[in-house]
């Protein structure tokens, strides 16, 4: 019998050959893809947030259950029907023009990508026009924007400027992070959320999904 707590516990500590022995057990034993995935994988992925919040995990370990949850879902894609696992929700990240910072960027990726959802990650140095034509060509309902810089920050305003612009506005909830970026800034250029850390931004995705 899967013990799902065990699946959970083996992520949370960072066990990534003792997470895939446990996953390919349980589907030997005939336990559903999408059971492994939700109850404990994602489940596993949201303690890992929560710890991280919580100052109780840091970067590189939450890293490394990243990485071992992304094994697993390689592992169990396969046998996940189409669309099954991601529930439909198209995120789109990014760190914008003039920024080549991405280190918080592929965390809250990885988190994300660890909920279920289809991550389209374009990478740094992103032009507002760019974020716009991904919006369009994926039909996202997130947009997460990344600055690392306090120099680059008001590209943030510019893209969201230009989301609204290109008339996309209320089809997408607009996320942004980064180390300069406070909730008192996401509020002035019009961003519907800010997240500290990884682990709160997969929360509030979550909420707008």
């Known amino acids: 019998m899967t013990d799902f707590n065990t699946m959970t516990e083996k992520l949370v500590?960072?066990?990534?050959?003792?997470?895939?022995?446990?996953?390919q057990t349980a589907l030997d034993e005939g336990v559903a893809a999408q059971d492994i995935l939700t109850k404990g994988l994602i489940a596993g992925m949201d303690?890992?947030?929560?710890?991280?919040?919580?100052?109780?995990?840091?970067?590189?370990?939450?890293?490394?259950?990243?990485?071992?949850?992304?094994?697993?879902?390689?592992?169990?894609?396969?046998?996940?029907?189409?669309?099954?696992?991601?529930?439909?929700?198209?995120?789109?990240?990014?760190?914008?023009?003039?920024?080549?910072?991405d280190i918080g960027k592929n965390l809250v990726a990885m988190m994300l990508e660890s909920s279920g959802m289809t991550v389209h990650d374009l990478g740094v140095d992103?032009?507002?026009?760019?974020?716009?034509?991904?919006?369009?060509e994926t039909n996202a309902?997130?947009?997460?924007i990344s600055a690392l810089l306090t120099t680059t920050m008001p590209m943030m305003k510019r893209?969201?400027?230009?989301?609204?612009?290109?008339?996309?506005?209320?089809?997408?909830?607009?996320m942004v992070g980064g180390a300069p970026v406070t909730q008192t800034f996401a509020d002035e250029i019009g961003a519907d959320g800010y997240a500290p850390d990884a682990g709160s931004a997969s929360k509030l995705a979550k909420s707008y999904a």
């Open 13 to 23: 500590t960072c066990d990534a050959e003792g997470l895939l022995l446990i996953v």
């Open 47 to 101: 303690v890992v947030g929560e710890k991280m919040e919580n100052g109780d995990m840091f970067i590189p370990e939450v890293l490394m259950a990243a990485h071992a949850m992304g094994k697993c879902v390689t592992m169990l894609k396969p046998l996940l029907a189409e669309g099954e696992a991601t529930d439909g929700v198209s995120v789109i990240i990014g760190t914008v023009k003039g920024d080549l910072h």
């Open 126 to 136: 992103i032009s507002p026009e760019d974020f716009v034509a991904k919006i369009t």
């Open 141 to 144: 309902k997130i947009v997460c």
């Open 159 to 174: 893209t969201v400027d230009a989301i609204r612009e290109s008339g996309l506005r209320d089809k997408v909830k607009i």
